[in-house]
């Protein structure tokens, strides 16, 4: 990896609380209405739902809807519904998940599965999803739900593909790109174009702000799979090695079984998709990985994408708002470090 791959934009972390700034007011009124469409006169749904929503996040993607309306010239207020509705989107997926997972923590809290249930928690996913609809009808622009819409289906069939892969040692990078394409790069493009749409941007601006969505969700992935493995610098650390214990094909297991021959097959065998795998032998495939440079060439491809997500931006207004946006893609790699 070349100098300017070794080491995150010292950019990125200041970005972040820059967009935060730019963004409060309207992230102010996403929050309020989130809290307001989270109620439910049936206790538990709130319960559940508030686990989840107040167990912290920086909640990039509608943050990303605000600042995508922002750029686009002028927000017409639509665009606090859709960012609550992105929300909404994405926690259901993260209840939904932990039960297919049968993941025991989150955000560093035990999982809504272990308080309250599978049942509870698929329940109340379900629950935010309607309400999600429900906030973007109420917006008024079916091209806007149409496009929260597709993303919907889309992050489910990516979901059943995750699961159809599980386990499966002759899965391919392609395989792997077609997970992450839709289970997280389509929310991620759909929460920048509706942002877009809400700022009454042109088609090229429109779609300017899809792909950039589409790019930097694939880099945000493919770095949390390599967090998975302790990062960067393979250290290991809490509840690192969950997503080899769930038996999930990711491109760093890809990598190592393409590189590391019958030897590298069989501590995958010995480790993919068993819930009591140990730290040490997830310490283990990391020196693997360490070994055959599967990490570096999995960071390399975000960085990648996350310039891939730069170049995306350059047909808009250049300005301040435009720039920040460009350096959450670099924030987004430097997570890994």
């Not at 509705?85 to 560093?108: I, K, N, P, W, Y």
Request: proline share 3%; glycine share 10%.
């Amino acid at each position: 990896m070349d100098a300017a791959k070794s080491a995150p934009q010292t950019s990125a972390p200041d970005s972040i609380g820059e967009l935060v700034s730019l963004t409060g007011p309207g992230m102010d009124r996403v929050n309020a209405l989130i809290l307001e469409r989270a109620g439910s006169h049936v206790e538990m749904v709130p319960e559940v739902a508030h686990h989840l929503i107040e167990a912290g996040g920086k909640r990039l993607r509608p943050m990303l809807t605000i600042a995508s309306a922002l750029l686009s010239g002028g927000p017409d207020g639509s665009e606090v519904n859709y960012a609550a509705s992105v929300e909404f989107m994405h926690t259901a997926t993260l209840l939904h998940d932990d039960v297919v997972d049968e993941s025991e923590q989150r955000r560093g809290k035990p999982a809504a599965r272990m308080v309250w249930g599978n049942q509870a928690s698929v329940l109340v996913g379900d629950f935010l999803l309607g309400q999600a609809f429900m906030m973007m009808v109420e917006a008024g622009n079916l091209d806007a739900l149409g496009v929260l819409s597709r993303a919907a289906a889309i992050i489910a069939e990516g979901e059943v593909l995750q699961l159809a892969k599980a386990g499966d040692l002759d899965a391919s990078e392609d395989d792997y790109f077609a997970v992450i394409e839709a289970k997280t790069a389509a929310l991620f493009a759909a929460a920048t174009e509706v942002g877009a749409i809400a700022g009454g941007t042109d088609d090229a601006g429109r779609t300017a702000l899809r792909d950039y969505g589409h790019a930097l969700g694939i880099a945000f992935q493919l770095i949390d799979d390599v967090l998975d493995f302790g990062g960067a610098s393979g250290v290991l650390g809490k509840n690192v090695g969950d997503d080899l214990r769930e038996g999930k094909m990711t491109l760093p297991v890809i990598l190592l079984l393409q590189r590391g021959g019958a030897e590298a097959r069989a501590l995958i065998e010995k480790t993919l998709g068993k819930a009591d795998t140990g730290d040490d032998h997830v310490a283990e495939v990391v020196r693997a990985m360490k070994a055959h440079g599967v990490l570096e060439s999995v960071m390399e491809r975000a960085h990648d994408e996350a310039a891939r997500a730069r170049r995306s931006l350059e047909a808009l207004p250049e300005g301040e708002i435009r720039t920040l946006i460009a350096d959450i893609a670099d924030f987004c790699v430097s997570r890994a470090y």
